[in-house]
Nanobody, 126 residues
Framework: QVQLVESGGGLVQAGGSLRLSCAAS????????VGWFRQAPGKEREFVTA????????YYADSVKGRFTISRDNAKNTVYLQMNSLQLEDTAVYYC???????????????????WGQGTQVTVSS
């Protein structure tokens, strides 16, 4: 089991920046990829970005490419999401998720991930 806790959300003006963190605990000796997803009110949960265990591969939704950066520090069991040039459309609850050794599917699919955090609210104002 892996427990995930997101932090760093908040209220920011359009054009501003935030950095989200996803701290893992539990069976962190296992190698796991991490994805970030977000869900706005009345909308489906959507993929934002993902990173493999080694950090050698990263994936981004087109809507955030060039603005968001995912990274990880395995020594700290933490994954980061740096969000720059935030737009009103980025307002959502942001969730991090971790896969497991038996996970299947694309890194961009929420169905790949077995463990989820509770989410952190990001609100972008005009």
């Amino acid at each position: 089991q892996v427990q995930l806790v997101e932090s760093g959300g908040g209220l920011v003006q359009a054009g501003g920046s935030l950095r989200l963190s996803c701290a893992a605990s539990g069976r962190t000796s296992s190698r796991y990829a991490v994805g970030w997803f977000r869900q706005a009110p009345g909308k489906e949960r959507e993929f934002v970005t993902a990173i493999t265990w080694s950090g050698g591969s990263t994936y981004y939704a087109d809507s955030v490419k060039g603005r968001f950066t995912i990274s990880r520090d395995n020594a700290k069991n933490t994954v980061y999401l740096q969000m720059n040039s935030l737009q009103l459309e980025d307002t959502a609850v942001y969730y991090c998720a971790a896969d497991s050794l038996t996970s299947r599917g694309w890194y961009t699919s929420r169905y790949r991930y077995d463990y989820w955090g509770q989410g952190t609210q990001v609100t972008v104002s005009s």
